[in-house]
């Protein structure tokens, strides 16, 4: 084994095989820290996002962040049963490209995935920032050291997701419920303490630098809104539970929505109590933490594990971001790497597509959570709007027994996030909320083009059209001296030119495609009938998905049948266009040549179909 399959299986362990797929299920439990902590870390930083937007109002707008969460948590109530009734239509899965695609058509199912897509690249920005932010506010020391330390937990989870469902499970559980019960503490001492009279009733003087208007209470409401980010992770993942998926997806997101609503409204409301005021340097939960429980051991836990929360809410992104751009590569709007699944049964090119794309806008933004948060929100209550909508069309199309109260309730569930999508909108619009309103239509024209060239080079390598071919059976001569390997990826005009080339040169030819869970055997071997029935077809089948090794392996084999002649290598290869067209291809034949030229195979010819 070489240096780098080495230090790649060390990193993140041995190749799974595709058997074990469903074996790499989460318990309610598991997938409750894996798929929610996005939702839950947000009480983090939720309420303070309120609080600094009240606080430009003078002291007195601050006790309006109460019932700004109480509005917010009956949108959360709302936000649940609804995404409940889209996991019972759903059963395998419906996340907001789906289900607005399959109802409302393929542009708002574009513009639900693109949105979808945005919000998970945004809440890896946004929980890493804040999760930074709460290890600065306990050791100012590191505070320049922000981007640094922004990266590299990025790398870290990048590295835990690339290892497989399960263990990231297994690492999650720990700080999520750590989290869970530190606030539930934090929450029960602070009303303990209030309950006998330990909190004083003295407010800070904070001057008044604008008027208390409505514009402002509900850029406070749409501020606050960032703790519903989130809730549809597990919509999107529901195979990812064990059986029953369906009934523990159901189960597990109405135990969010209740963790949720009483942590959120808990610190909302013990922010109230404790006259907090956002300060620079130091987040509200941090405030109340050294309020309540001092500089002791306990605060710095609390901290500790807040920062752990807010890293590991990002995997809400990690789990979901790779299994949309599955579905979107799937059906061609999205390179066709992001759909193969990797060594550890996990999307491992879209965790790192995710992975580059956050670092880039930290890196941008310089880690700072405030200049972040004016771009979230946007995409997720899109995807709410256009998935709740399409549920609602998806009841009046099916009428199954009980669809009029689930089609009230997403509809309600619909008109309530395009409601408050208006107002994220109209009021985060000048903070930075136009860029993800432009974003979102430059995305929906990319996945366009992507599948326009697609369809492109489907048309071009199409062998409809082709007739039947008979050939005479090759005679079989007793010392092959032009042996040939063809390799087959899919029965093509590439591939048929190829074949043709080897029966000009070889006199013994044989053909070898790899299996790796994909390929319609039936139909490609009866394809291989009507057009190349004179030249042999070996399928291999590759339990590991690896195309490369079975290929190189068989190659091997077959020179050493044939060592004392040169054995042609023929590997069929389309060229695009454009050279940014073939991005969107897995480079196979230049993977393919590199491993024959170090197995030091002597003839190794491409035949090139120009598109």
């Known amino acids: 084994m070489s240096l780098y399959p080495q230090i790649k299986q060390f990193l993140l362990g041995k190749t799974l095989p595709t058997s074990a797929h469903t074996e790499e299920r989460l318990s309610n439990a598991a997938a409750l820290a894996v798929l929610s902590s996005d939702a839950l870390s947000s009480v983090a930083y939720a309420t303070e996002e309120s609080l600094v937007v009240l606080v430009a109002a003078g002291s007195s707008a601050l006790s309006l962040s109460l019932p700004i969460a109480i509005a917010i948590i009956i949108l959360l109530a709302i936000v649940v049963l609804s995404y409940r009734q889209t996991i019972r239509a759903y059963p395998k899965g419906g996340g907001s490209y789906i289900v607005a695609r399959e109802n409302l058509g393929t542009y708002p199912g574009l513009v639900a995935g693109g949105s979808l897509m945005i919000d998970y690249i945004l809440t890896v920005t946004v929980s890493i920032s804040a999760g930074t932010a709460a290890l600065t506010s306990a050791l100012p020391v590191l505070r320049p050291f922000t981007v640094s330390l922004c990266l590299i937990f990025i790398f870290l989870l990048m590295l835990a997701n690339l290892r497989g469902v399960k263990e990231s499970g297994r690492i999650f559980m720990i700080p999520t419920y750590a989290f869970i019960a530190s606030i539930f503490v934090l929450i029960v001492l602070g009303l303990f303490q209030q309950a006998t009279g330990q909190v004083a009733a003295e407010h800070a003087s904070i001057p008044v630098k604008e ?9 406070a409401f749409s501020a606050g809104c960032t703790a519903l980010t989130g809730v549809e992770a597990i919509s999107d993942g529901v195979l990812a539970f064990k059986e029953p998926e369906w009934k523990n997806a159901r189960l597990t997101l109405l135990y969010l929505g209740a963790l949720l609503g009483l942590m959120f409204v808990g610190i909302t409301y013990l922010s109230n109590v404790y006259h907090i005021v956002p300060e620079e340097g130091q987040t509200v939960v941090s405030q109340l933490g050294r309020e309540i429980l001092g500089n002791g051991p306990f605060y710095f836990f609390v901290q500790v594990v807040t920062l752990l929360i807010l890293l590991l809410a990002a995997n809400t992104s990690y789990a979901d971001f790779p299994r949309l751009c599955y579905f979107l590569a799937r059906d061609g709007f999205l390179p066709r790497q992001l759909s193969l699944l990797g060594d550890r049964l996990v999307y491992s090119n879209g965790i790192i597509l995710l992975s580059l794309c956050a670092a880039i806008l930290v890196i941008i933004f310089k880690g700072n959570l405030n200049a972040v948060i004016p771009l979230y929100a946007v995409g997720v209550f899109t995807s709410f709007t256009l998935s709740q909508a399409g549920m609602v069309r998806h009841w009046f199309g099916e009428r199954t027994p009980g669809w009029r ?29 136009w860029l993800v309103v432009v974003a979102i239509p430059l995305l929906v024209s990319i996945f366009l083009a992507i599948r326009r060239h697609y369809q492109y080079v489907a048309e071009r390598l199409s062998i409809q059209g082709l007739p039947p071919r008979s050939y005479t059976p090759r005679p079989k001569v007793e010392v092959a001296t032009h042996p040939a390997v063809v390799v087959v990826g899919h029965l093509n005009r590439g591939t048929v030119e190829a074949l043709d080339y080897a029966r000009t040169i070889a006199d013994e030819i044989v053909a070898v495609h790899v299996d790796v869970g994909s390929t319609e055997g039936e139909k490609l071997k009866e394809q291989w009938k009507q057009l190349e029935a004179d030249i042999p077809l070996v399928i291999i089948e590759s339990p590991y998905r690896s195309v490369i090794s079975p290929i190189v392996e068989f190659v091997s084999q077959f020179e050493e049948r044939y060592r004392d002649t040169y054995t042609t290598v023929i590997i069929p290869a389309f060229v695009t266009r454009n050279w940014w067209d073939g991005l969107l291809h897995n480079q196979t034949t230049l993977f393919l040549k590199t491993a024959l030229r170090a197995q030091k195979s002597r003839v190794v010819t491409t035949v090139r179909y120009y598109l």
């Open 405 to 433: 109260p689930s089609a009230l309730m997403n509809g309600l569930g619909a008109i309530a996030t395009a409601i408050v999508l208006a107002v994220i909108i109209s009021t985060k619009f000048l903070g930075g909320a």
């Open 211 to 219: 008027g208390l208007t409505w514009f402002l209470i509900l850029r």
